[in-house]
């Protein structure tokens, strides 16, 4: 079946390390993007990408990096000038073109100490 | 710029009573409206869209959702709520024509009561 994978499920990390969030889908989309969801607010967009090999940033994209090297993974990368980065975060993909839905994976809850 | 506004946090009824929930969209051009479902700890499900095909829109789990533009609105409702289907809603939308990002209400948490 096809779908979006995030790994691991759970992350614990000490402050000061960086941490990189795995997401691959093999839904043979064209867009990728992560999202940040914390109690009460909502989901909020860290970085999209369009097209293999580009991307930009979302709306909290501070303290965070990706990269798109191939079409099916979008790793996120939570570097250590994140301030909060205790939270749920949400990959998610979709065709380009015409009403098509976004698909997400189950997610990846992070746990900075 | 686009937004999409969920009135009320959290909706709370009774098992068996209908549900409303409610959503507001901006949008200059005709819009591409969706609802999607999430359970706790997991990723968002898409419970059903709208694409201008038909104002009212049937999705899974017995929803249903109307596109009224006259009020630029998108409510989802549920005639008899299960126990099952408290979770957290959200309403999204992007516009026709323009980039792939959409953009999402706040959330609404249902609560159901036995």
């Known amino acids: 079946d096809g779908g979006i994978t995030q790994s691991p499920k759970y992350l614990f990390r000490k402050e000061g390390q960086n941490v990189t969030l795995s997401c691959e889908q093999n839904?043979?989309?064209?867009?990728m993007y992560w999202y940040r969801q914390d109690p009460g607010q909502g989901l909020r967009l860290i970085y999209y990408?369009?097209?293999?090999?580009?991307?930009q940033k979302g709306d909290i994209a501070e303290g965070y990096s990706v990269s798109r090297e191939k079409k099916e993974s979008f790793p996120l990368t939570v570097t250590s000038a994140q301030k909060n980065p205790t939270a749920f975060y949400l990959c998610?993909?979709?065709?380009?073109?015409?009403?098509?839905?976004?698909?997400f994976g189950n997610g990846t809850r992070l746990t900075v100490t | 710029a686009q937004s999409v506004t969920q009135l009320g946090s959290h909706v709370s009824v009774s098992e068996g009573a209908l549900v409303l929930l409610r959503c507001n969209y901006s949008?200059?051009?005709?819009?591409?409206l969706f609802w999607y479902v999430q359970y706790p700890n997991q990723g968002l499900q898409l419970l059903l869209k709208?694409?201008?095909?038909?104002?009212l829109v049937k999705g899974i789990n017995g929803f249903e959702a109307e596109f009224k533009k006259s009020e630029t609105s998108f409510h989802l409702t549920k005639p008899s709520a299960h126990m099952s289907d408290a979770a957290e809603y959200f309403c999204?939308?992007?516009?026709?024509?323009?980039?792939?990002?959409?953009?999402f209400g706040r959330g609404t948490s249902l609560i159901v009561h036995p």
């Open positions: 839904l043979n989309h064209d867009a």
């Open positions: 949008s200059s051009v005709p819009p591409y």
């Open positions: 709208y694409t201008s095909a038909a104002t």
């Open positions: 999204a939308s992007y516009s026709s024509g323009g980039s792939y990002i959409p953009t």
């Open positions: 990408s369009q097209i293999v090999n580009d991307f």
């Open positions: 998610a993909s979709t065709n380009t073109g015409g009403s098509s839905p976004l698909h």
